[in-house]
């Protein structure tokens, strides 16, 4: 259940990094997306690969979503995003999100998706 949950979670991701909050299913219109709160994803994510030793999980393909961003001012918007053709690992998902909540922290430094980082 917590596998399945994270990657549907992955899958409320919009190209650009910020996710989407309070989805309700089965039509997944959006309350929120920012970039403030999506850091944990990252967390939880090597919280259960530690627990359980899934390390596949890593390498499971999750689609991005799109739709329209925030205006300036706008703290949440209430539409339907669709899915986007772009797809990528859920580790590369995690990389994304943690890259924009904390830019500081990868200044210089590129990842790739056997998860290994190099500095340049």
């Not at 944990?40 to 799109?66: K, M, N, S, W």
Request: hydrophobic share 40%; glycine share 8%; net charge negative.
């Amino acid at each position: 259940m917590t596998r399945e949950h994270l990657l549907r979670a992955a899958g409320r991701q919009f190209v650009e990094g910020d996710v989407q909050h309070w989805w309700l299913p089965p039509t997944v219109k959006a309350f929120a997306r920012d970039f403030r709160r999506q850091g944990l994803a990252g967390f939880c994510v090597a919280h259960y690969v530690e627990a359980t030793e899934d390390r596949a999980v890593l390498q499971e393909t999750v689609q991005f979503i799109e739709g329209h961003a925030l205006s300036a001012g706008e703290h949440d918007s209430y539409y339907l995003p669709m899915v986007a053709d772009e797809k990528a690992s859920l580790f590369e998902h995690c990389a994304e999100r943690s890259i924009k909540v904390f830019p500081w922290a990868f200044m210089g430094c590129r990842y790739s998706a056997q998860g290994t980082g190099t500095t340049g």
